[in-house]
């Protein structure tokens, strides 16, 4: 039943997503005076029909539930020629235009009322049917940064800003602070918590960089040169023994003009042995020393702190056991853990999420703001949605990304099932189906976009090159045959992803029990 409930879901997500898209092309046809043949909800056979009287418009719903389109007049040429710009949404007007007579319907002269084709989209000047054309995945965007805006009204938003960083994290030696604000990664913007995750997702070098804005003013640039010895146990076992990590991390901080006064800031040292101890000391170019010790001391386990005033002068400080290490709050639900409890998982925790490659920050989350502020971090967010569009598709063709990280109808269907059928509450599960709704309605204004024939970019690509050729337009037969063969190929990568979908979906099952 949940995969039945899973597959309405997701057909009305991209029902709606076409809709609106299509609604987005009708607008501005109508703003710029082109007819509108016929406007269509769902696709196949017509359940309902209604002709406009004042336009000669005709509304309809079909009986397949998928999409929708938008038939302008002049998409199809001149004595039955094939669509003007290759359109996949186009439909046989003449077909229209009959049944419309056969129902008893006067027709009304709604773009040719002159003879001349006043409201053919094809004899318009380049910018109106370029201005229609963009209409569509401008719909697209502003629905994803509606959607994003009613979520984080009533969650809140994230911000690049820093809310807390960990006292036994390299960071700490560099000197981020809650309240600073990290503008950039290796050298690449970050406008949300989003584009971080990507980056630091795809690569993790040796030597990285963040660009950050103090709370109290400037900026600077922490630089971590990092190495690391891993020592694998790949015996018998090697699930009670998995082996050891040593992570040595020099740090730097460059300020100043140009941020080009380097200056060693300190180090950081880490061991983790088995799961069963983690060593990590932090030292400061002052001298100053502070080390953690996760794990069994003295026939207690627990995590230990030793500090120095000044290590330097060899005059180390007292080593005390820390308590209460896991003290969520009363209402929170979350259950206390022992200090036992809490070593365990964060020894485990360290070498199963690679913690030694991390930094030990995080950013602030569910902030709370005025309404112009959460149109403000929705656009934000919606452009890091469209940024990772475009840096998922480039790790895809340098190979960063393998074809498996692509995923079609299929795939999102497994995912809203995935929503549908977690224990959690019904407004969790909501939210969750809105973001994703988001996220493929900034995809799709993105991929639209792209100068292929058969989709909005590619019919822009060859009003480009009528401007090109000063003004003379594309064969219509021509632009014809290359949007079929685009579409050809279009429907084979549309197989192979969701071929693709079917083998995860199997894996996952199989993994899953």
Sequence with gaps: ???????????????????????????????????????????????????????GMLFSIRALPFGGYCALEGEIGEDGEAPESGDSDSVDKAGDDAEAKADGEAKPDGGKADGKGDGDFFRKPWYVRACILVAGVTMNYLLAVLIVAIIFAFNGYDTRKVSMVSADAAMTVAGLE???????????????????????YIAQPDTTSFTVRKKRGGKVRYEFERHFDIDANEGADKEENPGTVTADVDIYVCSGKGLKNREKAGSYHSYWDNNRALTIVLTWESGARIEYFYGVRDGVK?????????????????TEQRTDLHDPDPDSGIQKLSDE????????????????????????????????????????????LIKSVFLSLWYLITGKLGLGALSGPIGITNIVNSVVTVSAPVSGKFFALLEMTALISANLAVINLFPIPGLDGGKLLFILIELIRGGKKVSPKVETVISMICFGLLILLAVIIAGNDIVNIVKGNALGG
Excluded: C
């Design 341 to 384: 409890e809490y070593v365990d998982a964060f020894i485990a925790s360290y070498a199963a999420s690679e913690s030694y490659a991390r930094y030990g920050f995080s950013y602030t989350y569910s902030e709370r703001g005025n309404f112009f502020t959460v149109i403000g971090n929705s656009v934000l967010y919606v452009h890091s």
């Design 178 to 200: 809650a309240g600073d604000e990290v503008l950039a990664y290796n050298g690449q913007s970050i406008t949300t918590p989003v584009d971080y995750s990507l980056y630091n």
């Design 302 to 318: 627990g995590l230990f702190v030793t500090t120095w005033d000044d290590y330097a002068e060899g005059t180390p400080g007292v």
């Design 1 to 55: 039943m949940s995969v039945v409930i899973s597959i309405l879901i997701m057909i009305l997500i991209l029902s709606l997503l076409t809709v609106v898209h299509e609604w987005g092309h009708f607008i501005a046809a109508r703003i710029f005076k082109v007819k509108v043949n016929e406007f269509s909800i769902f696709m196949g056979p017509k359940l309902f029909q209604r002709r406009m009287k004042k336009t």
